[in-house]
């Protein structure tokens, strides 16, 4: 089946396009274009003005929906999939957390299992650990962590191709044998929860390691030890020619200026874009989701007035709003309309990063003065 849309802002490798179109066949894109007159044969989208992206490859993410891939069942599996489906993904890589051999036999199975089902959203399994420093991967993983075992991961990997990457710490013992085993098997080997340093990393890198985790989180930087300085992972990785990473560009785990470093040190190529969600990732949203879209909300835009934007922030940082599945423009520019042009009712979004916290609430402000009059009803969730 056929389908184009179009009416919207297409983001392709050369940049925006608008007044353009997106051609999909059989749940590929078959071609992007600059005209948005109507193919004959075509279902027509209309996408009212929105974005229009490619489907996001989750190739990192431990959950989703209230569920952990780590337990490792097809319940989990299915509602943690579809949570991600639901904002913006189109395929995914359950990512496990270090557990016990035995629920891994067990994720493989389901995940086998659902792969072979037609057009799977399921790509493969993803691993991270057990084979963890433990100096590095926090206290969730006590019992689990271990050094590297050839009696261990090489029966598992002679009894399913469904693994397509596993992260481990590579200053580990054993760690360099199974990184040249893994890349036998063609699964990709990331360093994840580490201390390495130039010559580790480097080493790492010549026997299979080709990947960087959640890059700069769970490693170090540059750093000293008495009078001395060194160089960290993370400074080792951007001079591994090669070594391809991944960020949560978020901006909480990393800031928009680290974004840009990396943007211009390892470039396009060679990054790509993670959330390491854990189970609650898009539950709490729903529940935001459905506040917002409860209340009759209106757009409201003031011409260069400052002062708004203190009512208004996120991440402290003025300004547009984007959230997974709603969006809240920030009130600068534009018209609006009320039965009382002096009143306007909508939503304020705002975080409070240490506790963790995001909260919507409905407000009427008084266009007149500028201030705010009165607070409505609220809905936070935690992040």
């Not at 051609?23 to 948005?36: F, P, R």
């Not at 691993?127 to 206290?139: D, F, H, R, T, V």
Request: with cysteine; charged share 20%; net charge negative.
């Amino acid at each position: 089946m056929l389908t184009q849309i179009i009416n919207g802002r297409i983001l392709t490798p050369q940049g925006w396009l608008k007044d353009g179109s997106v051609l999909i066949c059989d749940g590929k894109i078959l071609e992007v274009t600059n005209s948005d007159l109507a193919v004959i044969g075509a279902t027509v989208i209309d996408a009212r003005g929105m974005t229009i992206v490619p489907g996001f490859v989750s190739m990192h993410a431990h959950g989703g929906g209230g569920h952990d891939f780590t337990e490792a069942t097809e319940e989990a599996f299915r509602i943690a999939a579809t949570a991600h489906l639901k904002h913006g993904a189109t395929g995914i890589f359950p990512t496990l957390s270090s557990t016990s051999f035995e629920r891994i036999y067990q994720a493989v199975d389901v995940c086998e299992k659902l792969m072979k089902e037609p057009e799977s959203p399921i790509l493969g399994l993803h691993i991270e650990g057990p084979y963890l420093n433990p100096k590095m991967a926090g206290s969730q993983y006590d019992g689990f962590l271990k050094t590297p075992d050839a009696n261990e991961y090489m029966p598992l990997l002679e009894h399913t191709s469904c693994i397509k990457r596993w992260d481990i710490s590579p200053e580990l013992h054993g760690a360099h044998d199974f990184a040249k085993y893994t890349r036998s098997k063609g699964i990709m080997t990331a360093v994840t929860h580490t201390e390495a340093e130039y010559d580790e990393i480097k080493a790492a890198y010549a026997v299979g390691f080709s990947h960087a985790a959640h890059f700069y989180n769970a490693m170090p930087g540059f750093h000293k030890r008495r009078e001395y300085k060194y160089e960290g992972t993370v400074e080792s990785v951007y001079l591994t020619d090669g070594m391809t990473v991944e960020v949560i560009a978020d901006g909480i785990h990393l800031p928009a200026t680290i974004l840009k470093l990396v943007y211009k040190l390892k470039g396009v190529e060679n990054t790509c874009l993670v959330t390491d969600v854990k189970k609650k990732a898009t539950k709490n949203w729903e529940k935001l989701e459905q506040f917002i879209h409860s209340h009759s909300m209106i757009k409201a835009y003031f011409h260069g007035d400052k002062n708004y934007n203190e009512f208004y922030t996120w991440n402290g940082v003025n300004g547009t709003i984007d959230l997974p599945v709603f969006r809240v423009d920030s009130p600068m520019k534009g018209e609006y309309s009320s039965a009382d042009e002096r009143l306007l009712s909508f939503i304020v979004v705002t975080m409070d990063v240490n506790q963790r916290l995001l909260t919507a609430r409905e407000c009427l402000w008084n266009t007149e003065n500028k201030t705010s009059i009165q607070w409505g009803s609220s809905c936070t969730i935690t992040f």
